[in-house]
Each structure stands twice: as structure tokens, then as C-alpha cells.
């Protein structure tokens, strides 16, 4: 069972409103702590107004490069019932970031809460490898083209369809 469901993609984000951190915080109750480090702790939460459930990651950070000022950051993921137990239970997986896969609340060095949608950095192995792959059949493509002297405009328009072809391939086109 993974730690996020699949939710609603677009609706994650529209369901996730900026917020005053301090407000946000006061109305929350401390369900379960799960871990706790000198610089992590992870618990859920459940905001006693609306009922909604989150699991929270406190990070306190040195900031060596200003004098060792703590700099302390909260993220809010909303969970489901499901997720709350298996969490609880140990069955399911929650550390930060590989299982923050969904929009969650997180702060900054100001007083506010704001939505934040890791989906865009998901997959960037497999684009970076990709990346690679057509630069690699560009500079085939180039290569073949500049010793094409003697190749007919239909063979160099062969030459381009291949090429075409093979970028489609590696971007799974059809």
C-alpha cells in the first residue's frame, strides 16, 4: 500500500489554500508522533476545526553560512483514514520526500503555510535519460548529414524520417 493514494490531480492543489502558519498550528492536535530526531519529527495531526488529517514533517535546519541560525520548516501532507492507520501500524512508508508524492502545505521562513505540487519533479531519471538518448541521435544525425555529399535529396529525406522516427521512439510517441 503506498503512503499517497492517487488523488484528484488538479484538485489536490485547488483543495490547498495559502494559510497563516500560527492559525493553521492552533488548531491542531497531535494524534501520533512517529518519529522524532534531534532535527526531524514526523507525527499526525488532525485540525480540530475541519476534521482533516495530516502528516507533519518538522525540519529544523543549521544554517551554518549564517552564523548557525536554526531555521525550522513545516510540511502538512493531507492523509486519508486508510493511510492514518497503515501509517500508525507501520505498513505503509511516510519519510520526506520520497513519499510526499501528492500537494501538501509547506512553510517558509515567514509566518505562512503555502501548497506545493511535487508532481513536476517526478520521472526527471527518465527525462534526463532520454535527453541523452536524442542528443546522441542528433549528433548521428549531423554526422550523417555532413558526409552526405553523395547521398540524393530522397536518401537525406530517408535520412530525416529515420531520425524522426527514432526521437519518437524514445519519447514513446506512436
Known sequence: MRLI????ERDDMDDLQAREKDKFLSCLETIKELSKSEFETYSIVKNTETG??????????INLSEGGR??????????ESDDILAIMFGEQPYQFPENWRSAYLRSGNDNRLIPFDPSENYDLDDAAAAELAMLE???QYKEQMMNADNL???????????????LDKILKKP
Request: proline share 2%; hydrophobic share 30%.
Open 5 to 8: 493514494v492517487e488523488r484528484k
Open 52 to 61: 482533516e488529517h495530516y502528516l507533519h514533517y518538522f525540519l529544523s535546519h
Open 70 to 79: 536554526r531555521d525550522d520548516y513545516d510540511h502538512f501532507l493531507p492523509i
Open 137 to 139: 541521435k542528433l549528433e
Open 152 to 166: 540524393s535529396a530522397e536518401e537525406r529525406e530517408e535520412l530525416t524520417k529515420q531520425y524522426f522516427a527514432e
